[in-house]
Structure formats: C-alpha cells, structure tokens
C-alpha cells in the first residue's frame, strides 16, 4: 500500500503549511502533493513558495499562481474573475507587488495537471476542474454534473482544489476529492485541511483538519497592510 498527503490552496499561510507538514510527518507520510495557489489572500507568498521548494513537493500552478506569474492586462480576466470584489483585488495587487522575481518564475514553471500510477490506481492532479483552471468543482453539485465535467477522463481519482471546501465523491467507480484548504478554508472551519490517500487493492480516503496558530498569519495580514477583513475571513474559515 502506497499513502499519498494531498494539500492545496496555501495561499501564502506559512503557520498553517508548517502545522500540516508537521502533521503529514507525524503520520509517516513521505510522499506529498500539491495542487496549486500557494499564493494570495495571505501575507507570507514568498516564504510559503521558499518552503515548498525547500521540501520539493511537486505539484501544479494554481488559477492565483497563474494570474500573478502572467500578470499581464487580461490576468484578472482570464484566471481570477472579471468581477473582483474591492478586498480581493487590494489582495491580488499587493501580492504582485511582493512577490520576487524567483518566486514569480518559479509558479510560471509548474505544470497545470499531472497524471500519476500508483500501483494499479490512475490519478489525475488539476486545479480547478479538468478541462479548465478556474473552474469551480462545488460539492453541491449534482451527480450528472460532475460526470460531464469528467467527461473523457480516465483516470480512476482524480484530485482538485480550488473551492477550499473538501470534496470525497465516488461517481460509479471514478474517485473525485478535494482535499480542502490548507490556506484559507472556506467552509466555516478555519482549520487548516488537507487529504491522505492509501492507494492498495482498495482505496482509503481521510480529511484531515489541522489546528495551527490563526492569529500569527491573522495579525501579520494587518502588520503587513493586507485589508482588516482578510483577517476576520480567515479566523471565520468563510466570507
């Protein structure tokens, strides 16, 4: 049997990356994933980004990661949304304006899916859904809806973030999980989630929430001029 952590969404949270690090070791995980946004909403993108590479987590760009390493005129547009709110695009630019110039290189050069086997199970690593970057995989979503979103696809799990809300859904035979938020959780429990898979003859599933030290990366949104709200959010675990 082969046991796989599963982490998305960091979002810049460097407290709660290290608690579940911290967590994935004390659970005798050596192979971990990512599925993309280490950067935004949070005050720690460089440092976050630094401990990803530091570790050598392979993983994927995220739709943030992509809106700040390609952050030409259409950015926003085409990886975050037309329709920004007021908070999230003070958040976007103040990002872009601190992250370095490796740190930028380095999300342009992540891929935006990957396909693992292990042992006789198929994964399939993206983002948002499938066949878009940005596209929401909801868990409110019907049956038949999450079907034709994977549509053509073959593998036996496949794994997306994006949502911040975790995922585990089995569509006759076909795996779909989102591991949560490590980041910036948006499902009303401001603990930091993430996901372990134990791939043997069957597949074992578990969500894993993870206490860390909220008000280091709360107090440090504000020390270093993110808006107050992005602090309340992330305590909340919501908008």
């Known amino acids: 049997m082969t046991r796989l952590a599963i982490i998305s969404d960091?979002?810049?949270?460097?407290?709660?990356?290290?608690?579940?690090?911290?967590?994935?070791?004390?659970?005798?995980?050596?192979?971990?994933?990512?599925?993309?946004?280490?950067?935004?909403y949070n005050p720690f993108p460089n440092e976050t980004v630094a401990l990803v590479r530091e570790r050598g987590l392979p993983g994927l760009t995220g739709n943030y990661d992509r809106a700040v390493s390609d952050s030409g005129p259409e950015a926003i547009a085409t990886y975050l949304n037309p329709k920004i709110s007021?908070?999230?695009?003070?958040?976007?630019?103040?990002?872009?304006?601190?992250?370095?110039?490796?740190?930028?290189?380095?999300?342009?050069?992540?891929?935006?899916?990957?396909s693992l086997q292990i042992n006789q199970w198929q994964i399939l690593l993206t983002h948002g859904s499938p066949r878009q970057i940005r596209e929401y995989v909801r868990p409110h979503l019907a049956d038949e809806t999450l079907k034709d979103i994977l549509a053509g696809v073959e593998a036996q799990i496949v794994l997306?973030?994006?949502?911040?809300?975790?995922?585990?859904?089995?569509?006759?035979?076909?795996?779909?999980?989102?591991?949560?938020?490590?980041?910036?959780?948006k499902d009303g429990d401001p603990r930091a989630s993430y996901?372990?898979?134990?791939?043997?003859?069957?597949?074992?599933?578990?969500?894993?929430?993870?206490?860390y030290d909220i008000e280091r990366t709360a107090q440090a949104i504000v020390a270093r001029g993110l808006p107050l709200t992005a602090a309340e959010t992330l305590r909340r675990g919501r908008r």
Not at 13 to 34: F, M, S, T
Not at 89 to 108: K, N, Q
Not at 160 to 185: K, Y
Request: cysteine-free; charged content about 15%; aromatic content about 6%.
């Open 160 to 185: 997306t973030g994006h949502t911040h809300i975790p995922l585990v859904r089995n569509l006759n035979g076909q795996w779909l999980i989102n591991p949560g938020s490590v980041g910036f959780p």
């Open 86 to 114: 007021p908070m999230a695009l003070e958040i976007y630019h103040w990002t872009l304006a601190e992250v370095t110039a490796d740190t930028r290189a380095y999300l342009a050069s992540l891929p935006e899916q990957l």
């Open 195 to 211: 996901a372990i898979l134990e791939l043997g003859e069957t597949l074992g599933i578990a969500i894993r929430r993870i206490e």
């Open 10 to 40: 960091l979002h810049g949270n460097l407290p709660a990356l290290e608690a579940v690090l911290a967590d994935i070791q004390a659970q005798g995980i050596r192979e971990i994933y990512h599925l993309g946004d280490l950067v935004g």
